[in-house]
């Protein structure tokens, strides 16, 4: 079946940037999401990009689409405390309800 | 904004007993999935719902069922629990079709 592959652990200093990646397999992904898990929480939809699209930034987070080499990241910048967390990336092809979820990214920010 | 609710964060159930766990939504969304989260292993599906009364098996169903009577309401039943069903349970909605998934916050279910 499809897969989406992520990196286990990311460790970053704060006020760093860190950056997320995500590979992906299936050639007829529609969407593109990143969902961030605080410890104990669901998972919150922090931003989305159409597979037509090669960027979206929105505030401290940049998403790129490298689409030829089904890649994904999630830049953020100036990076917090507040930001360490789980993060997930996940794809869905036009024709189906169920996204494929990474097995997520544990993004640790230390001072 | 879209807003999902489960309707326990902790709960504490006894082996053999019959769990029901329920989550609304307020945003009139078609789909409605429910998930559990163990380390290690991810996200994985337990079962999913496209209408009212519809309802289609996920990757692991085995000892689960589901209830979909109001577009806003879907039940996941642990029909009769066992240890190996302590886990992190997830309910989410999206809009139609391809659209984004929105969480609940998550049961954290023990089974003792």
């Known amino acids: 079946g499809e897969d989406v592959e992520q990196s286990l652990f990311l460790s970053v200093r704060e006020g760093d940037s860190s950056v997320i990646n995500c590979t992906y397999t299936d050639s007829s992904s529609t969407y593109l999401y990143w969902y961030k898990q605080e410890p104990g929480a669901g998972l919150q939809l922090l931003t989305y990009?159409?597979?037509?699209?090669d960027m979206k930034q929105d505030q401290r987070l940049t998403v790129l689409l490298n689409k030829k080499d089904k890649h994904l990241s999630l830049r953020i910048a100036d990076t917090q405390t507040g930001d360490s967390a789980i993060y997930f990336c996940?794809?869905?092809?036009?024709?189906?309800?169920?996204?494929?979820f990474g097995r997520g990214t544990s993004l640790i920010v230390h001072p | 904004d879209v807003k999902v609710t489960q309707s326990s964060r902790y709960l504490v159930k006894r082996t053999g007993e019959k769990v029901f766990l329920e989550c609304v939504q307020d945003m009139d969304h078609e789909n409605m999935f429910w998930y559990r989260q163990d380390p290690g292993l991810g996200l994985r599906l337990i079962y999913f719902?496209?209408?009212?009364?519809?309802?289609e098996k996920g990757d692991i169903p085995e000892g689960y069922s589901v209830s979909r009577e109001k577009k806003e309401r879907f039940s996941l039943i642990l029909e009769s629990a066992s240890t190996n069903q302590t886990s992190m349970y997830l309910c989410a909605s999206s809009l139609a079709g391809a659209q984004p998934q929105h969480f609940g916050d998550g049961t954290r279910l023990s089974i003792l």
């Open positions: 990009i159409f597979s037509n699209m």
């Open positions: 996940a794809e869905i092809s036009g024709g189906s309800y169920i996204p494929t």
């Open positions: 719902s496209y209408d009212v009364k519809m309802k």
